[in-house]
């Protein structure tokens, strides 16, 4: 198959998960098009099938703002008809479903048929989306998409219950390969004295609440000898250093902001933490885990389909730190506990295996593009 892959190519999860979507669809021998405003940061594979196409957002004195969605749609239709691709794949409904259905209308007057499928990452329906100001063209591009994923089956339900959706949803879960080569980085260096590892990765956005893992950090480090380590950057980078130094946490903090090799790093590491407000899936959650680092988490959104309390880590309510920091002490404590969680956690990320899900795309893109073959008999 020829797919189109369109995507936000940053740090996010979207990103990433669509990224190696289309690597392991190219592994599959398919012909994968990456469609984005800037090279992937995922994309770090050269291959005869996998192709690049940066979109162009032009300026001009009139456009206050750059009219990204216009831009998109051309080079949509642009690619479809010089490719010739049999189907489009969208991650993140703002603003590449509408963007893709107007692409395919547009290549419809032509006589291309062009089906899209769109994947819902999280943030699209659960922040964004809920602004009342978005939802009629989400829902009107969510119900013209010849199919629908979503990441989680809590995300399906709050994509049902904030819009009218009149198309069927598949829940496909995110997914993690195996790490293939063993690390070469050593513990020591992060932890020069024997301290035990925390470790947290975002994008340091609010949702995030990072500050929580600063204050859940602060009370671990009353009982155990540990580190934080704390990898991504964002808006709330600032405020979070501050309340290290109000916490008097900084001394045993590393912020190492977009580092590439994340998993590396977390995989020294003994325990991760995600207290996010809401979280359609959490994939930062499920990378830590297959390198054998147990989670704990917020109870919220899709997390509990991912890390399952009492055996890949613990789950509390939202801003709940003494219970998390209490969790996070029982198991620092226990070194039995702690290799036995390790093991589990792995054991659990496996549910999550990148052929077998990406096995699942593979046969949605077939039933699409089958759809359409009908259609034109
Ligand atoms: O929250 C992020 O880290 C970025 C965001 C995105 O849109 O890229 O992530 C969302 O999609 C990820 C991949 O499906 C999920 O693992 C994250 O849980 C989800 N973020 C939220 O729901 C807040």
Avoid: W
Wanted: proline fraction near 4%; charge should be negative.
């Amino acid at each position: 198959m020829k797919i189109g892959i369109v995507l936000y190519p940053t740090y996010g999860g979207s990103g990433i998960v669509a990224t190696e979507l289309g690597k392991s669809l190219a592994e599959k021998g398919h012909e994968v098009h990456f469609i984005a405003y800037k090279f992937p940061v995922r994309l770090n594979v050269s291959s005869n099938n996998i192709f690049y196409h940066e979109i162009r957002v032009n300026t001009y004195p009139l456009f206050q703002y750059p009219p990204y969605e216009s831009s998109l749609t051309s080079k949509l239709v642009d690619i479809i008809r010089f490719e010739k691709l049999d189907l489009l794949h969208v991650h993140y409904a703002i603003p590449h479903a509408s963007a893709a259905y107007t692409a395919q209308q547009i290549l419809k007057e032509e006589g291309i048929h062009i089906p899209f499928i769109t994947t819902l990452h999280g943030t699209d329906i659960t922040l964004v989306g809920k602004d009342p100001f978005f939802k009629p063209v989400i829902t009107y591009s969510i119900n013209k998409s010849d199919a629908v994923t979503a990441v989680s089956e809590s995300l399906k339900q709050d994509t049902l219950t904030n819009f009218g959706i009149k198309n069927d949803i598949q829940v496909i879960p995110n997914f993690i390969a195996p790490e293939e080569h063993d690390f070469l980085i050593k513990k020591e260096s992060y932890a020069p004295d024997g301290e035990l590892l925390i470790s947290h990765v975002s994008n340091f956005r609010k949702v995030k609440r990072i500050e929580d893992v600063v204050k859940i950090f602060a009370l671990i480090k009353e009982k155990i000898n540990a580190r934080l380590i704390l990898i991504g950057d964002g808006p709330e980078r600032a405020k979070i250093e501050l309340l290290c130094r109000e916490l008097g946490t900084c001394s045993s903090t590393s912020f190492l902001g977009n580092i590439n090799n994340a998993r590396e790093i977390v995989s020294i590491s003994d325990l991760f933490l995600l207290p996010s407000e809401t979280e359609s899936f959490g994939l930062a959650a499920l990378e830590a885990m297959s390198v054998g680092v147990p989670v704990i988490s917020s109870n919220t959104g899709g997390l509990p389909e991912v890390n399952i309390d009492g055996y890949s880590g613990y789950l509390c309510d939202v801003g709940d730190t003494e219970s998390m920091a209490q969790r996070a002490i029982e198991l620092l404590s226990d070194a039995d506990k702690l290799t036995q969680f390790k093991k589990q956690a792995k054991q659990q990320s496996r549910l999550f295996d990148q052929n077998e899900i990406v096995d699942q795309y593979v046969n949605l893109y077939e039933s699409v593009i089958n759809k359409k073959h009908v259609l034109q008999d």
